[in-house]
């Protein structure tokens, strides 16, 4: 593609770009020699290199506001003292008694206890308190409470 050249209207290869009076003209290389050499302004390069943009959180938050538990209920209070004594607690005294061949007057000195208290509580008069059972319990060799709360062993 021939270029002609703007000043002599010459063809020339290879186009000057120059500035004369103030123009800018695209001419042959002797006309070129006519104005100043035109430096072409460089494009500023767009800086691409901006900082990524923080990414702000609009997310609706998830928090819900404090509220104050209300339905806490303290159940486990309730099986705090989960040993019953046994309702046999009287035939379990008076078997093992006899197993070991003791009287009620021996039992009852035993366990420091008064023979008409032991004798109540051999015959179902009376439930022995937690010492007494103990008592009776370590002496006799016997179990007068029972846990209420079965143990989860389901096979
Ligand atoms: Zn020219």
Redesign the pocket.
Known sequence: MPSY??????S?QGLKTVIIDGSIFN??????KRGKPYQPPIPKKQISNQPPKKQISNQPSTKKPFQKPTNLKFNKIEFFDDNVLKSDFADIIHNARLKKGYTQEYVANKINEKVTLFKKIETGGLKPNEIISKKLERFLGIQLYERLIEDDDEV
Do not use: A, N, P, Y
Not at 5 to 10: A, K, S
Not at 27 to 32: A, E, G, H, P
């Open positions: 050249c703007e000043l002599c209207g010459g020339t001419v042959c290389l002797s006309c070129s």
